[in-house]
């Protein structure tokens, strides 16, 4: 269980400037395609699993509360059930997130794949992290992007461990296009696939090469004009980077045709988020988005003492 950092007097003072920065910078960060806007500060934070640090992770109070906290990009993590539906959860397993151990004891492993989509609408995925969200839902894909078209926020979209869902790239857009997520506006400005798979990275580019792709891993210097071919951003673990790759990274250009971006995981804390900023990241993927906002939001104003 997370608990939110208590909020310093500094907060009221900021409480404005990351509503309106925050909403105005990631807007500037969000299409691709624009030019940049300088002087405002960066860079974009991505609330990873919605606001995970303070809701259950993946479910649909998660992103609600992110959109609460005035964050526009949402980042969540899709695998198939037996029956074919698409799910937002991040193990293979439900039995971390879940009360299937309870409502199914005789099913382990709890694998993803050994369970309906009408079984696992029946367990409590909020009861985990607090009583308070008892009775939350592991989401469809479906319903996912419903609640995210509903509060306008923006997706950062993981498939997940796609060696055990043979197909799986393929059955996403489906369902994003039958959602409204493949048109020109959405592709431009409010969706990004990642991986950490080359090949579905790689397939999802040759399905739909008008997508924003990302590839999640830190590759060799050496080897990053290889992803450049098919995916626009290189999206590490903040520990493996230093400010020489992710400028190697900003040097090469993508499959778009523009310099390649740098989205780093999983920052909570503002020492951290600093220090990437620091290194030249484009995003910032993060369980607690308000703490890294105010991180990086204090050095573009001038008021690194307030977001300590």
């Given at each position: 269980?997370?608990?939110?950092?208590?909020?310093?007097?500094?907060?009221a003072?900021?409480?404005?400037t990351?509503?309106?920065?925050?909403?105005?910078?990631?807007?500037?960060?969000?299409?691709?395609?624009?030019p940049?806007?300088?002087?405002?500060?960066?860079?974009?934070?991505?609330?990873?699993?919605?606001?995970?640090?303070?809701?259950?992770?993946?479910t649909?109070?998660?992103?609600?509360?992110?959109?609460?906290?005035?964050?526009?990009?949402?980042?969540?993590?899709?695998?198939?059930?037996?029956?074919?539906?698409?799910?937002?959860?991040?193990?293979?397993?439900?039995?971390?997130?879940?009360?299937v151990?309870?409502?199914?004891?005789?099913?382990?492993?709890?694998?993803?794949?050994?369970?309906?989509?009408?079984?696992?609408?029946?367990?409590?995925?909020g009861s985990?992290?607090?009583?308070?969200?008892?009775?939350?839902?592991?989401?469809?894909?479906?319903?996912?992007?419903?609640?995210?078209?509903?509060?306008?926020?923006?997706?950062?979209?993981?498939?997940?461990?796609?060696?055990?869902?043979?197909?799986?790239?393929?059955?996403?857009?489906?369902?994003?296009?039958?959602?409204?997520?493949?048109?020109?506006?959405?592709?431009?400005?409010?969706?990004?696939?990642?991986?950490?798979?080359?090949?579905?990275?790689?397939?999802?580019?040759?399905?739909?090469?008008?997508?924003?792709?990302?590839?999640?891993?830190?590759?060799?210097?050496?080897?990053?004009?290889?992803y450049?071919?098919?995916?626009?951003?290189?999206?590490?673990?903040?520990?493996?980077?230093?400010?020489?790759?992710?400028?190697?990274?900003?040097g090469?250009?993508?499959?778009?045709?523009?310099?390649?971006?740098?989205?780093?995981?999983?920052?909570?804390?503002?020492?951290?988020?600093?220090?990437?900023?620091?290194?030249?990241?484009?995003?910032?993927?993060?369980?607690?988005?308000?703490?890294?906002?105010?991180?990086?939001?204090?050095?573009?104003?001038?008021?690194?003492?307030?977001?300590?």
């Amino acid at each position: 269980m997370y608990v939110r950092p208590a909020a310093a007097a500094a907060a009221a003072f900021l409480g404005l400037t990351l509503t309106a920065l925050s909403g105005t910078a990631q807007a500037a960060a969000a299409d691709p395609g624009a030019p940049g806007a300088p002087g405002l500060p960066g860079p974009v934070v991505y609330a990873h699993r919605g606001a995970s640090a303070y809701a259950p992770e993946n479910t649909l109070a998660s992103i609600d509360l992110a959109m609460r906290l005035g964050f526009d990009w949402v980042e969540n993590d899709v695998q198939r059930t037996k029956d074919g539906e698409l799910v937002v959860i991040h193990d293979d397993t439900l039995a971390r997130t879940t009360d299937v151990e309870q409502a199914f004891p005789d099913r382990k492993p709890w694998r993803v794949k050994d369970f309906t989509a009408a079984e696992i609408a029946t367990l409590d995925a909020g009861s985990w992290f607090d009583a308070s969200f008892a009775g939350a839902r592991v989401p469809t894909l479906r319903e996912y992007l419903d609640r995210v078209q509903r509060n306008r926020q923006r997706l950062l979209l993981e498939i997940k461990k796609p060696e055990l869902y043979p197909g799986i790239e393929e059955q996403t857009l489906h369902v994003l296009d039958e959602e409204g997520w493949l048109d020109r506006d959405h592709v431009r400005r409010r969706l990004v696939v990642q991986s950490f798979s080359t090949d579905s990275v790689r397939t999802v580019h040759g399905l739909r090469p008008d997508l924003v792709t990302a590839f999640l891993g830190t590759p060799a210097v050496a080897d990053l004009p290889k992803y450049a071919a098919f995916t626009d951003r290189i999206n590490p673990w903040h520990t493996t980077i230093s400010a020489d790759w992710v400028s190697a990274v900003h040097g090469l250009r993508g499959a778009h045709g523009r310099a390649m971006e740098v989205d780093t995981w999983i920052v909570d804390d503002a020492v951290t988020a600093r220090k990437v900023q620091g290194m030249g990241v484009d995003g910032i993927i993060t369980n607690a988005p308000d703490v890294v906002q105010r991180a990086v939001i204090g050095i573009g104003l001038g008021l690194g003492a307030f977001a300590r």
